[in-house]
């Protein structure tokens, strides 16, 4: 299999995550609180990371260039997601991902 395959392989299977982890989002922000499940969805990815940078690197880097700036970026992706959540109690699970999967695309538009 050629790797520009295997590349196209392993974003669909990405995308698929990124679908499925929004639908159950959907039906769990009918029963808990929006910020209840940020902060599980925040702690379970952040054991994820760790335990797969354990495995893969041997060690775990605590250490940033720039503390302040991934702060920054934490908070924005926090926001980010917090706004996703209280979106899909207002909107439809397609019309809330085709939003975000335009996302990227709107940016260019934007910086052009």
């Given at each position: 299999m050629s790797r520009t395959l295997q590349g196209v392989l392993i974003q669909l299977v990405?995308?698929?995550f990124f679908v499925a982890m929004d639908a159950l989002l959907k039906l769990l922000v009918a029963t808990y609180a929006v910020p209840q499940l940020m902060f599980i969805?925040?702690?379970?990815?952040t054991l994820f990371v760790l335990v797969?940078?354990?495995l893969i690197s041997g060690h775990v880097p605590w250490r940033s260039r720039a503390p302040w700036l991934q702060t920054i970026?934490?908070?924005?992706?926090?926001?980010?997601n917090?706004?996703?959540?209280v979106a899909l109690i207002h909107?439809?699970?397609?019309?809330?991902?085709?939003v975000i999967f335009a996302a990227p695309a709107l940016t260019v538009a934007a910086a052009a």
């Amino acid at each position: 299999m050629s790797r520009t395959l295997q590349g196209v392989l392993i974003q669909l299977v990405a995308l698929s995550f990124f679908v499925a982890m929004d639908a159950l989002l959907k039906l769990l922000v009918a029963t808990y609180a929006v910020p209840q499940l940020m902060f599980i969805r925040f702690v379970a990815h952040t054991l994820f990371v760790l335990v797969a940078l354990r495995l893969i690197s041997g060690h775990v880097p605590w250490r940033s260039r720039a503390p302040w700036l991934q702060t920054i970026r934490s908070a924005l992706l926090a926001i980010a997601n917090g706004a996703l959540a209280v979106a899909l109690i207002h909107v439809p699970l397609a019309d809330a991902t085709a939003v975000i999967f335009a996302a990227p695309a709107l940016t260019v538009a934007a910086a052009a």
